[in-house]
């Protein structure tokens, strides 16, 4: 069982960064790829940013590349995005999740592949 919680949402102009956190309690975090999903009003959780459980391996929506950092530190637990150049359209709710099994081989980029979430930070990005 894996407890999540984000925090660092909040309003920034288009152009600025905002630094979300992932603060993980419970079982083992090292052993559990991460990612971050976003979700806005009336529409699907989208795929973000996902890291494996090593920190070794990271994948990004083409809409982020480039723009969005995902990173992870096994010692403190917790998991982070680093969010750059924002555009309007990244306003959502953000979701950190964490895998279903540990140390999985794969690194999934949909909803299904996670079985842990946070209940979410609002990022709101004006023009």
């Known amino acids: 069982q894996v407890l999540l919680q984000e925090s660092g949402g909040g309003f920034v102009q288009a152009g600025g960064s905002l630094s979300l956190s992932c603060a993980a309690t419970g079982s083992t975090f090292n052993s559990y790829n991460m990612a971050w999903f976003r979700q806005a009003p009336g529409k699907d959780r989208t795929f973000v940013a996902a890291?494996?459980?090593?920190?070794?391996?990271?994948y990004y929506a083409d809409s982020v590349k480039g723009r969005f950092t995902i990173s992870k530190d096994n010692a403190k637990s917790a998991a982070y995005l680093q969010m750059n150049g924002l555009k309007p359209e990244d306003t959502a709710n953000y979701y950190c999740a964490a895998s279903g099994r540990t140390y999985p081989t794969m690194v999934q980029q949909t909803t299904a592949g996670y079985a842990y979430w946070g209940k979410g930070t609002q990022v709101t990005v004006s023009t």
């Open positions: 890291i494996s459980w090593s920190g070794g391996r990271t």
